[in-house]
């Protein structure tokens, strides 16, 4: 098979197109021991990275007055699905500077 056809069979599979500003839902295959099961992770995406087959996005969420950030690569064999649940249109294409906010002045930031 060829290498265009292997690319292209994993490009049609981002179904929505994930920008900058999204809050979104992951849902992540756990392995546990002979167990399998499905966890949900819910946060922004806060930068997207690369193209094609090497796309990522930072997700940033925050658990415990914490904010936790996580690298995910688009096409993953652990990603079984991407619902984007909400949309702010951006103008920047990092939102790197949210790491600073927390509270209401995060959602305030995030809700223009």
């Known amino acids: 098979m060829f290498k265009t056809k292997i690319f292209q069979k994993f490009e049609k599979k981002q179904t929505q197109k994930i920008q900058v500003g999204s809050l979104i839902e992951i849902g992540l295959k756990i392995q546990e021991g002979e167990k399998s099961r499905i966890q949900k992770y819910k946060g922004f995406v806060i930068a997207v990275k690369g193209q094609g087959i090497d796309k990522t996005i930072r997700v940033r969420k925050i658990f415990q007055k914490i904010g936790i950030e996580r690298v995910f690569p ?3 064999p652990q990603i079984k699905f991407i619902n984007r649940l909400k949309f702010t249109k951006m103008k920047r294409s ?10 209401k002045s995060l959602r305030l930031k995030i809700a223009i």
Do not use: M, V
């Open 74 to 76: 688009l096409n993953s």
């Open 94 to 103: 990092k939102l790197y500077y949210l790491r600073n906010q927390i509270g």
